[in-house]
């Protein structure tokens, strides 16, 4: 079974930055893309971004999140980063890792339970 734990949430001053970590184990033959999304209490799932794993490439992004959002990979560990700057409220959302499992045209999603970031003073 393929596991996917994110971790790094925290309480955080408007202004503040964090960095997000995504971790996947089990059975992996091939990660093609994984991405960063975000559930804020009283709102739908948003995308953040997704990006290239085994073919590394620049994220996509949802709307208005880029340009204080950073998306790297660190292959070797199967680990997926999400850098924020200059956090706001509005930032206070769970924050969810999907990642997109699989090899030669099979392939399944897999998401994480979430790290809550709260942004407050």
């Known amino acids: 079974q393929v596991q996917v734990v994110e971790s790094g949430g925290d309480y955080v001053q408007p202004g503040g930055s964090l960095t997000l970590s995504c971790k996947a184990s089990?059975?992996?033959?091939?990660?093609?893309?994984a991405g960063w999304f975000r559930q804020a209490i009283g709102k739908e799932m948003e995308l953040i971004g997704v990006?290239?794993?085994?073919?590394?490439?620049?994220?996509e992004w949802g709307d208005n999140m880029e340009g204080r959002f950073t998306i790297s990979t660190d292959n070797a560990k199967r680990t997926l980063y999400l850098q924020m700057s200059n956090l706001t409220p509005d930032d206070t959302a769970k924050y969810v890792c999907?990642?997109?499992?699989?090899?030669?045209?099979?392939?399944?999603?897999?998401w994480g339970q979430g790290t809550q970031v709260t942004v407050s003073s």
């Open positions: 999907k990642v997109i499992v699989g090899r030669n045209g099979h392939y399944r999603d897999h």
């Open positions: 089990g059975t992996i033959p091939g990660i093609p893309y």
């Open positions: 990006v290239g794993v085994d073919r590394v490439d620049a994220p």
